[in-house]
């Protein structure tokens, strides 16, 4: 395979990881905010074990996505002979 090939591989691949990775985090966090548990262990701790995880599904899951996207718009050109 050629490099651009691979690129082009990695980079969809890592922008879909890192679209489901947000999504997955985003959904954890949201179930979270319901939860009556989580509630309370924030009114005695302040931030919860969970929702940091949530975050950081999130924040890994943003930065992912734009490293893919960086990836495959970073096609390089190819010189005519």
Sequence with gaps: MARNQVSLLVGIVLLAAGIAAAVYG??????????????????????????????????????????????LAGKKKRRRR
């Design 26 to 71: 985003i959904n954890m966090y949201t179930n979270l905010q319901n939860s009556v548990m989580n509630t309370l262990e924030k009114a005695f701790v302040g931030n919860t074990e969970g929702e940091t995880q949530a975050f950081i599904f999130i924040a890994a899951g943003a930065v992912a996505a734009i490293l893919g996207i960086v990836l």
